[in-house]
Nanobody, 123 residues
Framework: QVQLVESGGGLVQAGGSLRLSCAAS????????MGWFRQAPGKEREFVAAVSWSGGGTVYADSLKGRFTISRDNAKNTVYLQMNSLKPEDTAIYYC????????????????WGQGTQVTVSS
């Protein structure tokens, strides 16, 4: 069955870095655009970043540009999110998701979702 399994979350001090990974299985990975979303307690799920099927195209939430980098390795069926200069407001559960076709920031268009990984940034 389709699985997206996130890893790499944890507790980090403000200013630190984390790299999240999302391993995909159960579907043909390469035709799918991949995205990262996050949800903080009491808030709606929000878009973080997305990468095209080839890895050649990316899109980011405006507020995160320059700190976060999304990438993918189609040979490993894995998408990554490098997060630098982390802030307490980045604390959230981070989810990866897959959609057929082009890039989008609309979570309603993503078909497959992982269970999420917790990222906590202490001040």
């Amino acid at each position: 069955q389709v699985q997206l399994v996130e890893s790499g979350g944890g507790l980090v001090q403000a200013g630190g870095s984390l790299r999240l990974s999302c391993a995909a299985s159960g579907f043909t990975f390469s035709p799918y655009a991949m995205g990262w979303f996050r949800q903080a307690p009491g808030k709606e799920r929000e878009f973080v970043a997305a990468v095209s099927w080839s890895g050649g195209g990316t899109v980011y939430a405006d507020s995160l540009k320059g700190r976060f980098t999304i990438s993918r390795d189609n040979a490993k069926n894995t998408v990554y999110l490098q997060m630098n200069s982390l802030k307490p407001e980045d604390t959230a559960i981070y989810y990866c998701a897959a959609k057929r076709g082009g890039l989008s920031s609309d979570y309603g268009l993503f078909l497959y979702w992982g269970q999420g990984t917790q990222v906590t940034v202490s001040s």
